[in-house]
């Protein structure tokens, strides 16, 4: 049984940081992200790393956000930095399984940026 535990998030004031992080169990690492949706908006992919060790993010986080992985374990972390008022949303871990390529999401966390 695949499980995603997410943690982290929470209130921060603008400039601030924020880290997130995500464990998945019970599947063979293919890929793994986090997506955020805002009130309103689409759910848009934040950040990702592949299994080739290939990280990509969205425009509006690059040389912000840093995502990395903990080696031989299936753990992410986003290290979310000057946090603006847009980046409130529900951020949402996903996980790709390498062999059955099934797709995996956490509940989500919220993380609020005040102004």
């Known amino acids: 049984q695949v499980q995603l535990a997410e943690s982290g998030g929470g209130l921060v004031q603008a400039g601030g940081s924020l880290k997130l992080s995500c464990e998945a169990s019970?599947?063979?690492?293919?890929?793994m992200g986090w997506w955020r949706q805002a009130p309103g908006k689409q759910r848009e992919l934040v950040a990702g790393?592949?299994?080739?060790?290939?990280?990509n993010y969205a425009d509006s986080v690059k040389g912000r956000f840093t995502i990395s992985k903990d080696n031989d374990k299936n753990v992410v972390h986003l290290q979310m930095k000057s946090l603006k008022p847009e980046d409130t949303a529900v951020y949402h871990c996903?996980?790709?399984?390498?062999?059955?390529?099934?797709?995996?999401w956490g509940q989500g966390t919220q993380v609020t940026v005040s102004s």
């Open positions: 996903n996980a790709i399984d390498k062999i059955t390529m099934r797709s995996f």
């Open positions: 019970g599947l063979i690492f293919g890929f």
């Open positions: 790393f592949a299994s080739g060790g290939n990280t």
